[in-house]
């Protein structure tokens, strides 16, 4: 796992938001493997700092769990999306777009320099 | 929004935590089932699939740690553990926890009750409308830069007229009115006040019922009307509304009451109980005058111009004024103002601010004292600590504990402080007399902060150096201490000195200031007014037209009266005059003399002007030095023109020569006024306690001159007798002649000098308090460095004396540990307090701020209490059993 990059702080909330809003209610270990295969496999996520992050989102509202059962039958805790939550990820999504877009420009010319 | 949200989860996770984390454990249970499968799905072993889902999550408990973190929050839980950790040590030592408790309660009480006066009187701008634009208007001297007089009312309307920098002026002056009763009640005497129109409307204050005075009002010849103060319309008609509009009887005179002013209007004095209009009421003469100086002048300056501006322009009018008038009368050559809120806090700041620094240093002795305790307390759990750092605790963490268990002392100090201020306050505001504003001193929102923002401080201050000091570098030397080590923590014994002569120096300064304020006060006290004081009963009456309009009816009251009261059983003396010594300046007159070469145009003689009848004299003890006083002959007005004068009088007006036969005009009624025969010299009395012997001058009341007769106090002497059982029959008598007059002032002379010594002695007494309680501290403070350092050398006091060491040695030993501090201490406090007492020098009267009685006996007080606190411990070590000191431990 050593050329996986980890995941920077600040951006895990917004790919728990975003996989939560493509796929619908989902728990923990299935948002954690989801985020790494989307990634292509790229990131590498320590599991144990997903749970606090699933909490702090659910603290603040965007998100609800309920238990339920998985696709082998264990129960297990499924989180989704709350109202303020959909209308959460357009908003970080949008400023975390702007936000590479600037550092985009700033790369850009260093790059045909 | 959504950070609070979270928050309030956060705190109520605190609480049901026990759930949340069951909760979890399954959820993570059923993330490891899941990944277990995944990695045995992969062709992992089911060994191996547990030990990389295990790496993969980071640790079971990890993950628990940090889930926990984030469902509580970990910040509150620890200083929640550290409170419940500090109520627990402090329950183990209640003794100590009570002690330091009422110490820091004391403290803080007092501050916050005192902070409560000065916010409410000092600091809070008065209840009127923009007061930063209200100021006081005075006529001054250029010579006396402090001079500040009250202004004549002919002054007054030219200031009114000319003046550029000021919206409006408005004038009022003291007065009396006989409120008569309306059915069958008792007449009663009332203060009042003449007020210009405008007075109120410039104050911003209006009427709660009725109307306010309007211009058509306050003119000569107007119809009579009067606006009462709240008090009186309480009082004496019930509240009743209806009361505006229908007429009451001033000085036998109808008036309609126009209006009643709202309960919190006590300007100029909670006395005042209703107003007059000025012009209505002044007599002509005085309104033209610039001349007679009677008025209180208050003016709202114009936005955006200063004060100094405005003052100087009125001033330049006053000029004009004096160079046109003054060599027919004397007029003042200048103007000067100050803020509205400066008159009326003027005389008490300077106490309050004394009393404001004393509480101050009662609470920095009790923080000290509080801060020794701990010093203690930490020394003594000095292993403790050392193999809590061993085991990993942190600095930080350790000293949060202490500064807790600190702070836990002082919020519940400050919490029986508050009780204590509440009570305080109250009392304060009862006990002082003349106190301005006293009806809006009550404690609320900011006062609380205050006493929180101390009470934190008090916390912080007292407990951050122990827990330094403690947990310092070096706490684990501790461990490395052999059981037997003796005088190990001599550093922290020498911090606790230090500690202890701050203490004992400040409480030098106090003592010192409350010994200057004590002594100054006994001065004034026993201050010789220069007549008797003892077994003397004065009441004061106003003889009121058109009852008493002629001479002859005055003249018949007052003889008839002093006849009945001369027959009284027990009546020893009875008299009349004005004013009696001790009882204020009250007015003087102008005065010239024949005999005498003209003075230079501008120069103004004057001399305090009373009145006597031939009986109040010898009644009130004042002696007769040369010449006569008044006889039975000097009775109406034909033969009046005598004077009685004081020795002062004729030492500054006739220093050489002879007084007896001169002539005086005096010129209060018309110019150049009528001369007035100097027939006898009496004594000199003093005017007030604390001011100086004047030129004061007797005018006969008997010769029934409306002017200066009417306004009269009964003096009544009763030898070797408490003469107040003569009150109610004289009472009795006046209502007899006349059941219309009312009577006020019903005092004796005691009381009299006691009422204008009561501030002085109110503030000696408290500053003596808190001295007082400040040396208790300190000597409790003593007693405990003392009592500890003796423990702490049991060990080797014990192998002194199986040495051999005398019993009077090792006494010696401890007393000279103990007393170091308290002369290093006293030392430092007489050199600050040679400092502090020129801060209070003005507050003293006849006493110099280096008084070397009072700096001996706190020198001989405060090494009396050290030697006192020191002796006990002392005692103690000479006590020691050697056999047993050297088993212990």
């Given at each position: 796992m050593g050329n996986k990059a980890d995941v920077w702080q600040g951006t895990l909330a917004l790919m728990v938001l975003k996989t939560l809003e493509t796929m619908g209610s989902l728990h923990g270990y299935g948002i954690a493997r989801r985020i790494e295969q989307t990634s292509g496999d790229l990131l590498s996520l320590n599991?144990?700092?997903?749970y606090p992050a699933l909490l702090k989102l659910e603290q603040e509202g965007y998100i609800t769990s309920s238990w339920g059962a998985s696709e082998n039958n264990r129960r297990a805790k499924y989180y989704e999306l709350t109202r303020a939550g959909k209308k959460q990820v357009k908003k970080e999504a949008a400023d975390w777009e702007q936000t590479t877009a600037i550092l985009a420009r700033f790369l850009a010319p260093a790059e045909e320099a | 929004m959504r950070r609070l949200r979270a928050l309030w989860l956060r705190v109520r996770g605190m609480f049901a935590s026990g759930r949340a984390e069951a909760e979890f454990s399954a959820e993570l249970e059923s993330h490891l089932a899941m990944n277990i499968e995944d990695g045995v799905r992969a062709g992992l072993s089911r060994e191996e699939a547990r030990r990389q889902a295990l790496i993969r999550l980071g640790g079971m408990e990890q993950a628990k740690i940090a889930q926990r973190e984030r469902c509580g929050l970990p910040v509150v839980e620890a200083l929640g553990r550290d409170v419940a950790y500090g109520v627990r040590t402090l329950r183990k030592n209640p003794g100590f926890a009570i002690v330091s408790i009422l110490v820091i309660a004391i403290g803080i009480g007092a501050n916050a009750a005192l902070f409560t006066v000065v916010r409410s009187v000092l600091l809070r701008p008065l209840p009127?409308?923009?007061?930063?634009r209200l100021v006081m208007m005075y006529g001054h001297n250029p010579?006396?830069?402090?001079s500040r007089n009250v202004v004549a009312a002919g002054d007054f309307y030219e200031w009114q007229k000319a003046?550029?920098?000021?919206e409006q002026m408005a004038i009022w002056r003291w007065s009396g009115y006989n409120l008569s009763g309306q059915k069958n009640e008792l007449p009663e005497m009332v203060s009042a006040a003449y007020g210009s129109w405008n007075l109120f409307s410039m104050l911003g204050v209006q009427p709660v019922l009725g109307r306010s005075f309007d211009p058509n009002d306050?003119?000569?010849?107007?119809s009579r009307t009067v606006i009462l103060n709240w008090g009186l319309f309480k009082r004496?008609?019930?509240?009743?509304?209806?009361?505006?509009g229908k007429t009451i009887r001033l000085n036998s005179q109808t008036y309609t009451v126009v209006g009643v002013l709202p309960?919190?209007?006590?300007?100029?004095?909670?006395?005042?109980q209703l107003w007059t209009p000025y012009r209505l009421e002044e007599n002509p003469q005085n309104i033209e005058s610039h001349f007679n100086h009677m008025g209180h002048v208050i003016a709202r300056l114009k936005p955006g111009v200063s004060r100094e501006q405005a003052t100087q322009q009125v001033s330049g009018v006053q000029h004009q004024l004096f160079l046109r008038y003054n060599n027919s009368g004397p007029v003042v050559a200048g103007v000067t103002s100050q803020p509205l809120v400066n008159e009326v806090v003027g005389e008490v700041k300077k106490p309050l601010y004394i009393l404001m620094g004393a509480v101050g240093c009662l609470l920095l002795i009790a923080c000290l004292n509080l801060s020794n305790l701990l010093v203690a307390r930490a020394a003594a759990r000095r292993k403790e600590i050392a193999i809590r750092t061993a085991l990993g605790s942190s600095r930080a963490r350790l000293c949060r504990e202490q500064l807790t268990e600190s702070l836990l002392i002082c919020v519940a100090g400050g919490a029986v402080g508050l009780v204590l201020a509440v009570w305080a306050t109250r009392w304060l505001t009862t006990r002082w007399?003349?106190?301005?504003?006293?009806?809006?001193?009550h404690p609320d929102g900011v006062v609380v902060a205050f006493a929180v923002g101390i009470t934190l401080l008090t916390g912080i201050l007292s407990g951050l150096l122990p827990a330094l000091s403690a947990t310092g570098?070096?706490?684990?030397?501790a461990l490395q201490d052999?059981?037997?080590?003796?005088?190990?923590?001599a550093s922290r014994a020498s911090l606790r000195k230090v500690l202890l002569t701050a203490e004992i120096a400040l409480t030098v300064v106090l003592l010192v200031c409350a010994g200057l304020l004590f002594k100054s006060f006994v001065r004034l006290r026993s201050?010789?007014?220069?007549?008797?004081?003892?077994n003397v009963l004065t009441m004061k009456f106003f003889l009121r037209?058109?009852?008493?309009?002629q001479p002859e009816q005055i003249v018949a009251f007052h003889t008839g009266l002093l006849e009945k009261v001369r027959a009284l059983?027990?009546?020893e003396g009875a008299g009349l005059t004005n004013v009696v010594p001790?009882?204020?300046?009250?007015g003087d007159t102008g005065i010239r003399f024949p005999e005498h070469p003209p003075l230079p145009p501008g120069v103004h003689q004057f001399a305090i002007y009373r009145t006597a009848d031939p009986g109040y004299f010898s009644a009130m003890g004042i002696?007769?030095?040369?010449g006569r006083v008044f006889t039975e002959?000097?009775?109406?007005?034909?033969?009046?023109k005598h004077i009685v004068i004081n020795q002062q009088f004729a030492r500054e007006y006739f220093p050489n020569e002879d007084s007896i036969g001169k002539h005086v005009f005096v010129s209060w009624e018309s110019d150049p006024g009528d001369a007035y025969e100097v027939i006898g010299i009496v004594g000199d009395t003093l005017y007030a306690l604390d001011q100086p012997v004047k030129p004061m001058i007797w005018f006969p009341i008997?010769?029934?001159n409306p002017v200066e007769s009417v306004d009269a106090m009964l003096v009544v002497h009763s030898r070797g007798?408490?003469?107040?059982?003569?009150a109610l029959p004289i009472q009795k008598l006046i209502a007899q002649m006349d059941p219309d007059l009312p009577v006020s002032r019903v005092l004796t002379m005691e009381q009299i000098v006691g009422e204008s010594t009561a501030n002085s002695s109110f503030s000696a007494t408290l500053v003596l308090a808190f001295a007082g309680l400040s040396l208790l501290l300190a000597a409790v403070g003593l007693y405990g460095v003392l009592s500890y350092l003796v423990t702490q050398r049991t060990t080797e006091i014990g192998i002194r004396i199986a040495l051999g060491a005398r019993r009077t040695q090792l006494l010696q030993l401890v007393m000279l540990d103990g007393l170091r501090p308290a002369f290093v201490g006293l030392a430092l406090g007489i050199a600050g307090s040679v400092g502090a007492t020129q801060l209070i020098r003005s507050v003293l009267?006849?006493?110099?701020?280096?008084d070397a009685v009072v700096y001996v006996s706190v020198i001989v007080t405060l090494l009396l209490a050290a030697a006192a606190a020191c002796l006990v411990p002392a005692w103690r070590a000479t006590r020691v059993n050697p056999i047993q000191a050297l088993r212990a431990e």
């Open positions: 599991y144990g700092t997903l | 009127f409308a923009d007061p930063d010579d006396d830069p402090d003046s550029q920098g000021f306050d003119k000569a010849g107007a004496r008609f019930n509240g009743d509304p209806a009361i505006v309960g919190w209007f006590t300007y100029p004095d909670p006395e005042v007399v003349d106190m301005p504003r006293a009806e809006a001193v570098r070096g706490v684990l030397s052999a059981s037997r080590t003796i005088g190990g923590s201050v010789d007014l220069g007549c008797r004081t003892d037209r058109p009852k008493y309009a059983p027990g009546v001790g009882d204020g300046y009250y002696p007769l030095v040369r002959d000097e009775r109406g007005m034909t033969n009046d008997l010769s029934g007798r408490d003469v107040t059982p003569l009267y006849a006493t110099r701020p280096l």
